[in-house]
């Protein structure tokens, strides 16, 4: 085999080996670690560069069709509205380690995350926008995070979200005040118990929406609401649509629903 003949350079210092590479370079190094996702912002939420697994993770595209994409364009409203705060709160000072999230693919996968962001700064120390890495969870690790402290209430929240379950009857069902139950569920997920349960009816109502033609007053009584009104205005203020809307979703976009969908929400 004929050796590859190599540039006649004289090695870069050092000090300024960083100034020579392209960040795409070092943004391709992280798709080297499985189940990682890397993004940069700017200031204004727009994307600025992301690695493949992120691309593919919301099926984006190539980088160059993401770049200059905020969350809305991407994820469900209020889960970008979620993430949007996070870059703020990022970009004030706050340190944002190993918040766990719960998240909706394009392609209707429920799955968790554990998401770490921090603010970006420039030369002369002010700050330009942000970055996070988030690692994609399977149920050993989740397991481990959650330490046992919310599998129960969890538990009952997925065999129970279609009555019409109070926070009280989920502390009550693990022997816990209501107060108890809201430190473990802050302290694990950053959310109430209560927000939690709704985000987890709407998004299995969501699914229905899509992939059944059952009526809107079903599909609530299914995930728990006996008020359509309420379950329409819940959905409207997360999605950012109606559920009509929502079911207007052009045909190829959707996906049959399967019974792992559900567990996924808890698993």
């Known amino acids: 085999m004929k050796p590859i003949d190599m540039p006649d350079h004289s090695p870069i210092d050092v000090s300024s080996l960083l100034n020579h590479i392209q960040p795409t370079q070092l943004v391709a190094v992280l798709d080297l670690i499985p189940d990682t996702l890397f993004w940069m912002k700017n200031t204004a939420g727009q994307l600025v560069c992301a690695n493949q697994l992120f691309l593919e993770t ?5 980088e160059k069709e993401a770049r200059g994409l905020t969350d809305f364009d991407f994820v469900p409203k209020h889960l970008a509205e979620q993430f949007m705060a996070d870059d703020d709160r990022v970009m004030q ?49 989740l ?23 109070t926070i009280g009857d989920i502390a009550a069902a693990c022997n816990l005040s ?12 950053g959310q109430t118990p209560k927000q939690f349960l709704t985000e987890f009816r709407l998004v299995i109502g969501h699914r229905l929406l899509l992939n059944t033609t059952d009526s809107i007053a079903k599909i609530a009584s299914q995930i728990g609401y ?8 819940l959905y409207t203020r997360h999605y950012g649509q109606s559920p009509s809307a929502s079911r207007r979703k052009p045909e190829r976009d959707r996906k049959p629903p399967s019974p792992q969908d559900f567990d996924r929400c808890s698993s």
């Not at 969890?154 to 279609?162: A, E, L, T, V």
């Open 226 to 233: 006996t008020e359509p009104g309420y379950f329409t205005r």
């Open 93 to 141: 000072g706050e340190v944002i380690d190993d918040v766990l999230e719960m998240n909706t693919l394009n392609r209707g996968e429920i799955t968790w995350f554990s998401t770490t962001k921090r603010a970006l700064y420039d030369a002369e120390g002010q700050c330009i926008g942000t970055y996070g890495v988030s690692w994609r969870l399977n149920q050993s690790v």
């Open 178 to 189: 209501i107060s108890a139950l809201e430190r473990r569920f802050h302290n694990y997920l």
């Open 58 to 62: 919301f099926n984006l595209g190539s």
């Open 143 to 165: 397991d481990k995070k959650f330490m046992n402290q919310l599998k129960e209430p969890m538990d009952f929240i997925r065999k129970h979200y279609h009555q019409p379950i």
